[in-house]
């Protein structure tokens, strides 16, 4: 007659409330053993009878403390084991090969769940293309993986890696001729035996490029992929329908009060220097130098002929204004304010992307081309500097007609101008220009980098430009006769 004593961790099918109840095989009257709570550890294991009608799981509430010694007694026999842990001590055979009771016929006894607990088992992860237990082919120790394609352990990878990634070989020393012998034990002691050895047994040293190689790979998939993402959001981000219809809108208010359009090229007219008396190049450059009381002078001749066009080019900067619903809808004291405050800006951002650096000229009002010293010696001074260098770094921008567009009504609807009574209502409609405006530039997908704000500094630019002009107009009034002064002019620049 024999039972078994089989700890906690045997897991069986159960009844009641919080047991165990654990059966072995061959025994004819059928009998269990019970693990009873007696003082602090299980207390000793008892043979008693199994009726198979009424089973009782047995109470496993407490548990050996380190200390204390237990044992297993048998039906029969000497106890079997005798440590902290008596199932480590025996194979899971001896518990598979019994035979399985009449009363519960359906149930087989499982113990694989408990192979995490032998020790060779609590190693790391040995991959499955390795047989067990196989060996460094360097070291003899215990191998982890196929790695620069021999099987080695992890200490002999590294090492190998360190050696080829840095070019560490060069400096490495035997200290006996060259003929140490490397084992697990004796590897640290002589590196350049054991980067022999790795060479010797098949270790690749060009994997460590085909690693450089995989690298660059990837880092190429990740740009390529942050590319797509970029795109994915560049398309999301083009305009609504809504945005388009404000575009074309825009745009067609801008082409049809841009003096001859896209044909400027052809239908300008360079000021000669009868018409004008236009600096010499030594002259122009010597006067950017020097800070001489001359230079401050108006030349009447040269700004009687600016005056010619002035009054056309305001009139069509009103004209693009009042083609704007959002404009039209403001009060009459806040479209006065506006137009008042952009008239020059918008003025100035016209010549300037008429710019051509073959002639370096501006072309005002879309028929009179003049160069950078023409338009100083005419009144602007060196608002005239500002106008030219806005010209030539548009120049690199390439805008179309609805950039342009857009970028006037921005500049129009600038919700800041001192007096306005709508400030809210027309930052919103501003902000609906902006964000139209984002979307367009987006669908352009220019080339130049970071394109929409550099394009937005331009507005800087231009405010600037506005304000050093309403300090020159002043300079203006006290050097040129009242009656060179055409009225639009006075009325949109005097306060």
Known sequence: MMNFCIPDMYEMPHS????????????????????????????????????????????????????????????????????????????????????????????????????????????????????????????????????????????CKGFFRRTIQKNLNPTYACKYEGNCVIDKVTRNQCQECRFKKCIAVGMATDCDKRLAKRKLIEENRQRRRKEELQKTVWDRQEPTQEEWDLIRMVTDAHMTTNAQGNHWKQKRKFLSAAGVKEDKPEDIGQASMVNTPEENKVDIEAFSQFTKIITPAITRVVDFAKKLPMFCDLPCEDQIKLLKGCCMEIMSLRAAVRYDPESETLTLNGEMAVTRGQLKNGGLGVVSDAIFDLGVSLSSFNLDDSEVALLQAVILLSSDRPGLSSVDRIERCQEEFLLAFEHYIHYRKHKVSHFWPKLLMKVTDLRMIGACHASRFLHMKVECPTELFPPLFLEVFED
Not at 119 to 142: A, F, Q, T, W
């Open 16 to 155: 009641g409330n919080g047991g165990f109840a654990v059966q072995g095989g061959g025994f004819g009257g059928g009998e269990h053993c019970m693990f009873q709570g007696e003082g602090p550890g299980f207390g000793y294991c008892d043979s008693q009878p199994l009726h198979h009608h009424h089973l009782q799981p047995p109470c496993m509430e407490q548990t050996w403390p380190p200390s204390q010694q237990f044992s297993c007694a048998f039906a029969s026999g000497p106890p079997a084991f005798k440590n902290e842990f008596c199932s480590r001590d025996v194979p899971l055979s001896h518990f598979q090969h019994q035979q399985q009771p009449e009363f519960f016929p359906e149930i087989s006894p499982d113990f694989a769940h408990l192979q995490w607990m032998q020790g060779e088992n609590r190693k790391g992860y040995i991959p499955s293309y390795l047989d067990k237990d196989e060996l460094c082919v360097v070291c003899g120790d215990k191998a982890t993986g196929y790695h620069y394609r021999c099987i080695t352990c992890e200490g």
